[in-house]
């Protein structure tokens, strides 16, 4: 077997996306969904959702590439401890063409340069575990997941649906 070639890396474009945007953030987000067996909306709900929450503020989103060919969706919620804010990375993706090219880590050192532009001191990311390459560059740029909580112990995220009453 020959031995894995490094990355190709590209200069990589990466801007904020504003409610103008929203189109090419749906068509990602929806093709994120699908490639991952996760439900979507459809693009068109999609599209309106994001020109929404761009508009108000309620997601900072980033583009990278010319198609784009990524995106990078950032939530912000203020912090009682800190008195600053806190960034929580919801979505990171790269089209399946672009990927090991550079732009995941591009979008990524830009959105934590955003979050730090908008006042928040600290980033949380949740990764699925099978997600290798997504846990190998969070690593690479200083993410930990084996720091202990307050009593010493190992930190867990947990999650679920919250269904209607």
Known sequence: MPPRQPPRTEAADVRRASPADAADLARLMDDFQVEFSEPSPGVTTLTQRYAALLESGGVAALL???????????????????????????????????????????????????????????????????????????????????????GGGLMFFYERELESP
């Open 64 to 150: 990278a590439g010319g198609g784009p060919d990524g995106f990078a969706q950032l939530r912000f919620r203020p912090s009682v401890i800190t008195g600053a804010r806190d960034a929580y990375l919801e979505e990171l993706y790269v089209v399946p063409a672009r990927r090991r090219r550079g732009l995941g880590r591009a979008l990524l050192q830009e959105a934590m340069a955003t979050a730090r532009r908008e006042g928040a001191t600290h980033m949380d990311i949740a990764v699925d575990e099978s997600d290798e390459a997504a846990i190998n560059l969070y690593q690479s740029l200083g993410f930990k997941n084996r720091e202990p909580g307050p």
